[in-house]
């Protein structure tokens, strides 16, 4: 592997600027590592070399992230590509505008590049509900990578991208952090644009980066974050540079430690490297304080009542009459809406359309979908009551080590139940960072275990701080080890 | 508590998805159990609650009613599964008289 491909975005810049290499040795050492390992790791669903090559040639290295190709969850249009949500009701369609978020990685002189596998339209914890490919996870290829944006963290973590966009509804980004063993950012709610990011819960939707720094994400989060007017829900704030809180160590923060977050149920090993991490900041200066999130426990349910019903409305759009997949020879119209939809959409989508729909229908839309959004200001009043006492929370990312493939598939519930650490912070509109903290020897291979920090509201500055101090002092060894579960990872790469 | 009564085949004709028999009964079962999971919100007294339904209380965001350009037809239509004329094809809406 050439040791291009193991830089962080810092450093390919410093040696774009001092000439050492150029942007276009890095798509190529990109490509040559796809070429070696995406057969196994199956993290990309397209990728164009040629025209990252020619963007490469004429990009501008001094601009912020000049030069820098960054990978796509394909759930993101990107002009010209396609975006198929890992759906097949979207195979074939081509992207005919870019995303706020593609636009403003482009202004930053980013080249994004490729486009990488998910769970079917963001819905799954695993990737597995992709309608095209599995992805393995790169620390063991028995194992998946996370989800729903496990393409994207698994990219990162075998050296086939710098760093990824990914999008996080219930935990999308951090729980395939943890299990790959990156740097991945959920920003809060209204701080990004979702303009030209495929819908599938409104309220609860959010993009943000995956990278191998804390550093690296707040670069990403420099270029990406900022008031759109195609986007109502995203804010109108203050220009802020989201790196002015690295460098420090933790004196004078104080750290909330919720209890509800270390019950019965998680790994025993996940909860011991926690454990450690945490103490690891009361050395870097953090006080700790313990705090309470008491309906913590009614989080999942909420979710998958308000997710799915946000769902069921945003996937009404899946037709067949303007874009996607259409059956054949309809005999009306709605066999042409009942067999296109039978056609197009994968098991989990179906599921989750037909629990939204339930939730919102006529009779039972109060007792589901009203008492959901109210028990969802409880959990929100929580965060707040919390905050109150404390600069930010830390606690595991995912209860779990990284599954085996094939595990969970026939249990939904089993597997929504994963993400019981992540979904709150999206509920409640928070920001929040998984780190990596700490490697399990399971079946002769190291596992990555995931530290979450969720901040305040739009205090992604002081959250990127916190997460960077930490990452300084533990995790930086563990982002620059090479996953040994591929074939191809020979110890002289190492 | 109440069992929940969800027909997983009403409420698949209602989103417009036609299922198998085989989807039928495991969404029917797998529904089931996570419908039987949030039973447990019932527990809590929520009559003094306001409900929540985005995490920033952001209210009718306008913009000047001004005409801007969109996509172009070509590119708008290039997605379409069926086009002719410069135009969308539809499956038909009116019956014969």
Redesign the interface.
């Known amino acids: 592997m050439s040791e291009l491909a193991r830089l962080t975005i810092s450093e390919l810049q410093s040696g774009f600027r001092s000439g050492s290499f150029t942007p276009a040795d890095a798509v190529r050492a990109i490509e040559d590592r796809i070429r070696t390992t995406d057969e196994e790791i199956g993290a990309y669903l397209a990728r164009d070399f040629e025209s990252a090559l020619a963007a490469a040639e004429i990009a501008d290295v001094s601009l912020p992230l000049g030069g820098v190709p960054i990978g796509i969850k394909d759930v993101i249009n990107v002009l010209g590509e396609q975006c198929t949500c890992g759906s097949k009701i979207l195979a074939g369609y081509k992207a005919p505008y870019d995303a706020t978020v593609i636009s403003k990685l482009r202004a930053a002189g980013a080249i994004p590049f490729g486009k990488l596998n998910m769970d079917e339209f963001a819905m799954g914890s695993s990737t597995e509900n992709s309608a095209y490919q599995i992805t393995h996870n790169p620390w063991d290829t028995t194992r998946i990578p996370g989800g729903s944006s496990g393409g994207s963290a698994a990219a990162v973590a075998a050296r086939e991208a710098f760093a990824t966009l990914g999008s996080d509804t219930g935990g999308s980004i951090r729980q395939p952090a943890a299990l790959c063993g990156v740097v991945g950012l959920k920003p809060s709610y209204g701080r990004v644009s979702r303009y030209g990011l495929v819908a599938f819960a409104s309220s609860l939707d959010q993009i943000g980066p995956f990278a191998r720094s804390t550093r690296d994400c707040a670069a990403i989060l420099n270029a990406i974050a900022g008031k759109d007017p195609r986007d109502s829900t995203s804010l109108d704030l203050p220009q802020e540079d989201f790196s002015a809180g690295l460098g420090r160590d933790l004196k004078g923060v104080r750290l909330g430690i919720p209890k509800e977050y270390f019950v019965d149920g998680m790994d025993g090993r996940v909860r011991e490297k926690v454990e450690a991490a945490i103490r690891q900041c009361e050395s870097l200066g953090a006080e700790l304080v313990e705090v309470s999130l008491p309906h913590t426990e009614y989080a999942i349910g909420v979710y998958y009542i308000i997710a799915t019903a946000e769902a069921s409305a945003n996937l009404a759009r899946f037709d067949g009459v303007r874009y996607g997949h259409r059956a054949k020879n309809p005999a009306d119209l709605l066999d042409h809406y009942r067999r296109t939809r039978e056609e197009g959409f994968g098991s989990e989508v179906k599921r989750r359309i037909i629990l939204g729909t339930y939730v919102l229908s006529s009779g039972y839309y109060d007792a589901y979908y009203l008492r959901a959004q109210k028990v969802r200001t409880l959990i929100r009043r929580d965060f707040t009551a919390a905050f109150e006492k404390v600069d930010a929370l830390v606690c595991p990312t995912s209860p779990d080590l990284a599954f085996k493939i094939g595990e969970r598939v026939n249990d939904p519930l089993r597997m929504y139940l994963a993400d019981i650490f992540t979904i709150a912070a999206n509920l409640a509109g928070i920001c929040g960072i998984s780190v990596p903290c700490g490697l399990v020897e399971e079946e002769g291979k190291p596992l990555p275990v995931g530290l979450q920090f969720l901040g305040k509201p739009l205090d992604e500055t002081r959250l990127l701080g916190i997460a960077d101090a930490y990452e300084q002092s533990a995790s930086r060894e563990i982002l620059a080890e090479i996953p040994a579960g591929l074939a191809t990872a020979t110890s002289s790469a190492r | 508590m109440s069992t929940p009564n969800?027909d997983?085949r009403d409420?698949?004709?209602?989103?417009?998805?036609?299922?198998?028999d085989e989807?039928a009964s495991?969404?029917q079962a797998?529904?089931g159990?996570?419908?039987e999971?949030?039973e447990?919100?019932?527990r809590?007294d929520?009559s003094q609650?306001?409900?929540?339904?985005?995490?920033?209380p952001?209210f009718n965001?306008f913009?000047e009613d001004v005409v801007k350009p969109g996509?172009e037809r070509a590119?708008?239509l290039?997605?379409?599964?069926?086009t002719a004329n410069n135009l969308?094809v539809?499956?038909?809406?009116i019956e014969q008289p």
Request: charged share 15%.
């Open positions: 969800l997983v409420v698949a004709r209602l989103a417009r998805i036609e299922l198998t989807e495991t969404f797998q529904l159990s996570v419908l999971y949030v447990q919100l019932k809590l929520v609650v306001e409900p929540t339904a985005h995490a920033n952001v965001v913009r996509l590119a708008m290039a997605n379409a599964p069926h969308v539809v499956t038909k809406v």
